[in-house]
Each structure stands twice: as structure tokens, then as C-alpha cells.
């Protein structure tokens, strides 16, 4: 695709997860509706290149997917090699691209076209929308003239640097679900009764799924559950699960708009864009944190909800069958305390946060 004369032209990176890749193409459908270019950096992985067929519109560029490992680990040379190689790739992808500025989406795969951007001249930008940031976006912050935060709490992690609380961007098609009967029947659901949705992000949670097979048989009667398992923990789940009534299992969603639309709660992992989706959408929760996330920073963001009143935080390793039933009992039987959860959850909404983070790239660009 040619650079067009004119067409402000942004690089992001948002390759590796659903958690950084989903913002990066809400930010993507922002930008080209300011009639804008942009070219997205994705990683080797499935759900990259998913994303790819399922919006042919933007011109997609893969780079290497970079895990970096323990610091004295013997990985760590083949990192660094990796990571200098991959950044002189970004260096010539922006050069072809004529980029006028790169956003990183965060992890290690942000780095290097950040890095790349700051090499050639042209201003870098960081998103984090953790409430605590990890490594990588603390370093990639260095390159960047300003970083993006999706929760106030991750200020404080970027001394110095002229930090904008944007939010987390959320995809357009969130904003218009389709109705509930339609959701449905999409998954072979009764639209009358109470429906809970298990979610472990766009990677799945084994754990979490092994605990609601356990609990339930002692969910309040009547509720309906969809459980999206993960790719990988999908067959296992369907074989557990099989003849319950009222209970659905699919491996990855690529329909999260129903999923959301037929759900009156949600039980998830707390990654930063499925609970971005939750605030967005007024949705109340369960929040179980990946324990070995890093720094365990699923727990930092379940705490944001949890203070606001938006969730109901269950540490892992202290959650059993029977806690969970009860809790989930809490929630599907008690519409008082479901509505309070969804009214909060609301609050802690930003709708506009796409918009924020290209206002805040072109103020930049505007002053070059
Ligand atoms: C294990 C881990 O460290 N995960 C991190 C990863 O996000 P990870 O991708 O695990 O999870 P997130 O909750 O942030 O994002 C999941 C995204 O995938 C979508 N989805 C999910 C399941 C599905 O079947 N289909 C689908 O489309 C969700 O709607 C959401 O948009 O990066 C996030 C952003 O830095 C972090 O907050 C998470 O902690």
C-alpha cells in the first residue's frame, strides 16, 4: 500500500494478546475515521493473524513476537540479538511506510518500534492500561513523548514523563450489540433465564474452568451458562459439560458483541480489556486474577474494581467450589446488588478513550 500524500500515517503495535491487540484495532478504526493511514505491527500468534482476515481493510506488517526472559538466564543473548534485529525490521517498515508517528500497544512487542520511531526522529507513544505497568511498557516509556494510561494507579510508574489518562480503547463493534434474543439463539441460549459468562481472556484459564465444572451443579436454579473455555481447555470443558442443561462451551469467541449482549454477569480473569469491556458495557463481575500474571498485576486491576464497588474480587488461591457457588448465587439471584455492581462498573467507564489517544497523537504531531 502506498503512503498518500497527506494521510497522517501511524504505526501501531499491537501484537501478542487479545488484551493488546483489540485496543490497537480500536484505536486503528479511530484513526482511519479521521481519514487517516495506519499500518499494524502483529506477532506470529493465531490471534494476530486472526485479526488480519477479520479486518482486510488496514495493512497488517508481522514482526517477531519478543518474551524476554530472566535476567541471567541464558535466553537473555538471544533476546538482545532478537531484539536489535527486529528493531532495524521496524526501522524499515516505518521508513517504507513514511510513518509519521508509532504507537505501542505494550509488552515486549511495542519496544522495538518505539525504539525504531525514536532512531529515525519521529515521536513514540505507550499505552498501558494496567493499573500496574509491566517492564517492557516502563522501558518502551523511555522512547515515547507521551505515555497513555488505562488506570490511574499506573501514573505513578512513569516519573517524569507527561503521562494522559486515556483509558482503554474498546472496539467499535461493543458499541452497538445486538439484541438479546438474537444473542441467543446465536448460542443456543434461552433469552428468559439468568446467564452467567466464564471468560479467561483471549488465552483461556484452566483453573477457573475446572472451578465452575465443580461448582456448578450448585448455581442457583435456572442459570444458563456460556462458558468460553480457551482454544486449548475446550475439549476437556465440552467433555465435562456434557448434557447440562442450559450450559454452552466454545473454545476461542470471535463474537464477544453476543457473548456480552446474552450475559447478565461475568466471571473472568482480570486482564485490562476484558474488564475495560465490562466497565463499557455496565456489566457486574466476578474477578478471579491470574496468580502468575506478572508482578501479579491482574490483581492491582480487579482491586480498581473492587474499591468502586464495580466487583467482587476472588484471589484464586483462596476460591473453592462451594466459595464460587455462592458467590455466583450472590450474583444471579439478587438483582438489587447486580444493578449497584453495573451502575459502578459504568462509572468507571471511559467511552471516548480511542478518540483520547488520537487527540493526544495528533496534538503532538500538530507541534512538531
Ligand atoms: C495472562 C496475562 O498476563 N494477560 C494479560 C494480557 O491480556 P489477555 O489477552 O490475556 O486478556 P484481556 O482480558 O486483557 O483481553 C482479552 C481480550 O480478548 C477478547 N476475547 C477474549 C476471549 C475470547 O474468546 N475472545 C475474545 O475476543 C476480549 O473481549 C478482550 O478484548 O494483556 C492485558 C493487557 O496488558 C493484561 O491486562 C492481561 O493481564
Given at each position: 500500500m502506498?503512503?498518500?500524500?497527506g494521510?497522517?500515517?501511524?504505526?501501531?503495535?499491537?501484537?501478542?494478546?487479545?488484551?493488546?491487540?483489540?485496543?490497537?484495532?480500536?484505536v486503528?478504526?479511530?484513526?482511519?475515521?479521521?481519514g487517516?493511514?495506519?499500518?499494524?505491527?502483529?506477532?506470529?500468534k493465531?490471534?494476530?493473524?486472526?485479526?488480519?482476515?477479520?479486518?482486510?481493510?488496514?495493512?497488517?506488517?508481522?514482526?517477531?513476537?519478543?518474551?524476554?526472559?530472566?535476567?541471567?538466564?541464558?535466553?537473555?543473548?538471544?533476546?538482545?540479538?532478537?531484539?536489535?534485529?527486529?528493531?532495524?525490521?521496524?526501522?524499515?517498515?516505518l521508513?517504507?511506510?513514511?510513518?509519521?508517528?508509532?504507537?505501542?500497544?505494550?509488552?515486549?512487542?511495542?519496544?522495538p518500534?518505539?525504539?525504531?520511531?525514536?532512531?529515525a526522529?519521529?515521536?513514540?507513544f505507550?499505552?498501558?492500561?494496567?493499573?500496574?505497568?509491566g517492564?517492557?511498557?516502563?522501558l518502551?516509556?523511555?522512547?515515547?513523548?507521551?505515555?497513555?494510561?488505562?488506570?490511574?494507579?499506573?501514573r505513578?510508574?512513569?516519573?517524569?514523563?507527561?503521562?494522559v489518562?486515556?483509558?482503554?480503547?474498546?472496539?467499535?463493534?461493543?458499541?452497538?450489540?445486538?439484541?438479546?434474543?438474537?444473542?441467543?439463539?446465536?448460542?443456543?441460549?434461552?433469552?428468559?433465564?439468568?446467564?452467567l459468562?466464564?471468560?479467561g481472556?483471549s488465552?483461556?484459564?484452566?483453573?477457573?474452568?475446572?472451578?465452575?465444572?465443580?461448582?456448578?451443579?450448585?448455581?442457583?436454579?435456572?442459570?444458563?451458562?456460556l462458558?468460553?473455555a480457551?482454544?486449548?481447555?475446550?475439549?476437556?470443558?465440552?467433555?465435562?459439560?456434557?448434557?447440562?442443561?442450559?450450559?454452552?462451551?466454545?473454545?476461542?469467541?470471535?463474537d464477544?458483541?453476543?457473548?456480552?449482549?446474552?450475559?447478565?454477569?461475568?466471571?473472568s480473569r482480570?486482564?485490562a480489556?476484558?474488564?475495560?469491556?465490562?466497565s463499557?458495557?455496565?456489566?457486574?463481575?466476578?474477578?478471579?486474577?491470574?496468580?502468575?500474571?506478572?508482578?501479579?498485576?491482574?490483581?492491582?486491576?480487579?482491586?480498581?474494581?473492587?474499591?468502586?464497588?464495580?466487583?467482587?474480587?476472588?484471589?484464586?488461591?483462596?476460591?473453592?467450589?462451594?466459595?464460587?457457588?455462592?458467590?455466583?448465587?450472590?450474583?444471579?439471584?439478587?438483582?438489587?446488588?447486580?444493578?449497584?455492581?453495573?451502575?459502578?462498573?459504568?462509572?468507571?467507564?471511559?467511552?471516548?478513550?480511542?478518540a483520547?489517544?488520537?487527540?493526544?497523537?495528533?496534538?503532538?504531531?500538530?507541534?512538531?
Amino acid at each position: 500500500m502506498e503512503h498518500s500524500g497527506g494521510k497522517t500515517s501511524l504505526v501501531i503495535a499491537c501484537g501478542g494478546t487479545g488484551g493488546h491487540l483489540f485496543p490497537g484495532l480500536a484505536v486503528a478504526e479511530e484513526w482511519t475515521g479521521r481519514g487517516r493511514e495506519v499500518l499494524l505491527l502483529v506477532s506470529e500468534k493465531k490471534i494476530d493473524q486472526e485479526a488480519r482476515r477479520k479486518y482486510p481493510q488496514y495493512r497488517f506488517e508481522t514482526v517477531p513476537a519478543i518474551g524476554k526472559p530472566a535476567t541471567f538466564s541464558p535466553k537473555m543473548l538471544p533476546f538482545l540479538w532478537k531484539l536489535w534485529r527486529t528493531t532495524g525490521r521496524c526501522g524499515s517498515l516505518l521508513k517504507e511506510f513514511k510513518a509519521d508517528a508509532v504507537l505501542g500497544m505494550g509488552g515486549f512487542t511495542s519496544l522495538p518500534p518505539c525504539w525504531a520511531a525514536k532512531r529515525a526522529g519521529l515521536p513514540a507513544f505507550v499505552h498501558d492500561s494496567n493499573a500496574l505497568p509491566g517492564k517492557a511498557n516502563r522501558l518502551t516509556a523511555k522512547f515515547c513523548r507521551k505515555v497513555f494510561i488505562g488506570m490511574e494507579p499506573a501514573r505513578s510508574f512513569f516519573p517524569g514523563k507527561d503521562v494522559v489518562p486515556t483509558g482503554t480503547p474498546v472496539r467499535a463493534e461493543m458499541r452497538t450489540l445486538p439484541s438479546r434474543a438474537e444473542a441467543a439463539a446465536k448460542f443456543g441460549l434461552d433469552p428468559s433465564r439468568p446467564t452467567l459468562m466464564v471468560t479467561g481472556g483471549s488465552q483461556g484459564a484452566r483453573r477457573l474452568n475446572s472451578l465452575v465444572a465443580m461448582a456448578f451443579g450448585d448455581f442457583p436454579k435456572g442459570t444458563q451458562v456460556l462458558h468460553i473455555a480457551g482454544p486449548l481447555d475446550q475439549p476437556r470443558v465440552e467433555e465435562e459439560a456434557a448434557g447440562r442443561d442450559g450450559y454452552r462451551v466454545v473454545g476461542f469467541c470471535d463474537d464477544m458483541p453476543s457473548a456480552y449482549a446474552v450475559s447478565d454477569a461475568v466471571l473472568s480473569r482480570s486482564g485490562a480489556s476484558s474488564m475495560t469491556e465490562l466497565s463499557f458495557l455496565g456489566l457486574p463481575s466476578i474477578l478471579v486474577p491470574f496468580p502468575y500474571a506478572a508482578d501479579d498485576h491482574q490483581t492491582r486491576n480487579a482491586e480498581v474494581f473492587e474499591k468502586a464497588g464495580a466487583a467482587f474480587l476472588e484471589p484464586e488461591g483462596a476460591l473453592d467450589a462451594a466459595k464460587l457457588a455462592a458467590r455466583v448465587t450472590t450474583l444471579m439471584s439478587d438483582l438489587q446488588t447486580r444493578d449497584r455492581m453495573a451502575q459502578a462498573a459504568r462509572s468507571l467507564a471511559v467511552p471516548d478513550a480511542a478518540a483520547r489517544v488520537c487527540d493526544a497523537i495528533e496534538a503532538t504531531l500538530s507541534r512538531k
